[in-house]
């Protein structure tokens, strides 16, 4: 299995539990960044994903797409997952990209995920959707 493969079926079957994994993908001094967090090493990278599933329902990906040239790939990917405060019952997605490198050891030392928390996330949200779907509206006139 590749380093893409095996990153692809981590994150694709992603619980809680695998997140004492993460050290196993990623180089000890492993930067992430996406549009709400930038940290350095997997102890920071393992509190987002920690986060993530205390703050969401049954959160997981689907990888839909990748693109890999030598120790590099681009991945892009749905996110699904339901609100915990919010509207439990409808299903969310947000579409999204990854850019990753890999070290000589086949360790992810970088992860930008890249996707629109306007359109993506804060539209979805109760009350501060309504507002940002008004203000998108403006902007297109």
């Known amino acids: 299995m590749s380093q893409v493969d095996a990153l692809v079926a981590f994150f694709e079957q992603l619980k809680p539990a695998d997140l004492a994994r993460l050290n196993e993908l990623y180089a000890p001094d492993a930067y992430f ?10 102890p920071a990278i393992e509190g987002i994903f920690t986060h993530m ?7 997981h990906f689907i990888v839909t797409g990748r693109v890999e040239q030598g120790q590099a790939c681009f991945l892009t990917w749905d996110f699904r997952f339901r609100f ?29 995920d890249y996707w629109d928390a306007a359109e993506e996330l804060y539209e979805k949200l109760p009350g501060v959707g309504s507002l940002m779907r008004w203000l998108k509206r403006q902007a297109n006139r």
Not at 33 to 42: A, H, I, Q, S, T
Not at 53 to 59: M, N, S
Not at 86 to 111: I, K, L, M, P, Y
């Open 53 to 59: 599933f205390e703050a969401l329902e049954t959160p």
């Open 84 to 112: 915990l405060r919010f509207d439990r019952s409808r299903w969310q997605t947000v579409r999204g990209a990854s850019h990753v490198r890999f070290n000589e050891a086949g360790q992810v030392v970088f992860h930008r």
């Open 33 to 42: 960044k996406d549009p709400f967090n930038e940290v350095r090493g997997v």
